[in-house]
């Protein structure tokens, strides 16, 4: 079945699915009843071992349904006692009954009624969802806002609509040929926010600084040795993206990124201004991500006495644990194979919290 015939299977975009072997289904029936079970659910059908459809169904008869990265929009009402309908935007609609597995609670079949088709799915975040019963709806999210799963899933996505603060902590550990050089030390934190500005359902804005504070770092004294330097703000360094999602999980990034001269103390920036292309690419999955960033940064203004050009190139992947919360925690560890002679970074740690805020707009 492809994803045109998906997308007019209304909640369910059903698919041939094994029964499950419970035998104690019990039938959800009566109009008010119905009614309540689909206003502000959240349900999930896998599709095939690598596509999960995440639908979102609000007490205004409006829905929408996610799967392969792209967004399929329904109306649905009651009809009867015991059907539900769903309507596509082509116009196609679709009629089932349900069944509740009373061995598994949050566990659910659907049956067409034209073709008799039936298929398996699970309702997420039940306690949401009966909060949100009592709630009239928001631009907050409000009735059918996405569970809690699916937002830990989303903020692994590089092309996620999700808003977050990212705080980035960081100990380097420096090496050289100067005296000393291998006891110097660094620790900082960086601060950047990503808003994402959506275009349409698949490409996306990305404009995000990256505000490094700086809590010590040693740097070369000129009279020998190393001064650690206090409290400082750093050079702020941002990109600029635009995202776009394709088909079959595929995600592309492209833009510019750049470095500002913003350092509070000459020591802890380059007085210049950089430039250059970034990119990047992943592959987006139930369990995670994978994927790979590439950029590149010249000197474009400021101090000419010395050129900088700068290529970075980064691999990541992300997984899924399940249960999630509106948090993303991380952890990174970089080892620097080549740096300068007399004074570099030898390797560095970093430990990442990333809270999920509302979008501006």
């Known amino acids: 079945m492809n994803r045109l015939t998906l997308s007019a299977a209304a909640l369910l975009l059903c698919t041939t699915s094994q029964i499950a072997h419970s035998e104690n289904w019990q039938p959800l029936t009566g109009a008010s009843t119905l009614h309540e079970f689909v206003s502000g659910t959240t349900a999930e059908l896998q599709l095939t071992d690598d596509v999960t459809a995440i639908g979102h169904y609000r007490a205004d008869g409006s829905a929408e349904i996610r799967a392969w990265n792209e967004t399929f929009r329904r109306t649905w009402q009651v009809q009867g006692d015991d059907q539900v309908c769903y309507t596509s935007d082509e116009n196609r609609t679709n009629c089932f009954t349900f069944e509740q597995d009373l061995d598994s609670p949050g566990d659910y079949r659907s049956r067409n009624v034209e073709t008799g088709q039936v298929a398996l799915f699970r309702i997420l975040d039940a306690t949401a969802n009966q ?47 100067i005296p000393g050089a291998d006891n110097a030390e660094a620790m900082r934190m960086t601060f950047q926010p990503s808003l994402p500005y959506s275009l349409n359902d698949t490409t996306n804005l990305f404009v995000r600084p990256a505000v490094p504070v700086i809590f010590s770092q040693d740097v070369p004294d000129p009279r020998g040795g190393f001064e650690s330097e206090g409290v400082e703000l750093g050079d702020i360094g941002f990109d600029a993206l635009l995202g776009k999602s394709l088909a079959g999980g595929v995600v592309v990034l492209g833009g510019v990124t750049g470095t500002l001269p913003t350092a509070t103390d000459d020591a802890l920036g380059r007085d210049q201004w950089l430039l250059g292309p970034a990119a990047a690419a992943a592959i987006v999955r139930p369990w995670g991500v994978l994927g790979v960033l590439a ?27 399940g249960k999630g919360r509106p948090w993303k925690f991380g952890i990174q560890y970089w080892h620097y194979i080549e740096s300068p002679d007399l004074f570099g970074p030898d390797y560095q740690v970093r430990l990442q919290v990333s809270p999920v805020v509302k979008l501006p707009w």
Not at 145 to 159: G, K, M, R, Y
Not at 311 to 320: D, E, K, P, R, V
């Open 131 to 177: 909060l949100d019963r009592t709630t009239p709806p928001d631009d907050d999210g409000g009735l059918g806002s996405p569970s809690v799963t699916e937002i830990a899933a989303a903020l692994s996505d590089p092309n996620t609509t999700l808003g977050s603060m990212n705080f980035q902590f960081d100990y380097v550990q420096y090496e050289g040929d």
């Open 295 to 321: 950029t590149h940064q010249w000197d474009v203004a400021g101090e000419d006495d010395f050129d900088t050009s700068i290529t970075s190139g980064q691999y990541f992947y992300a997984f899924n644990l």
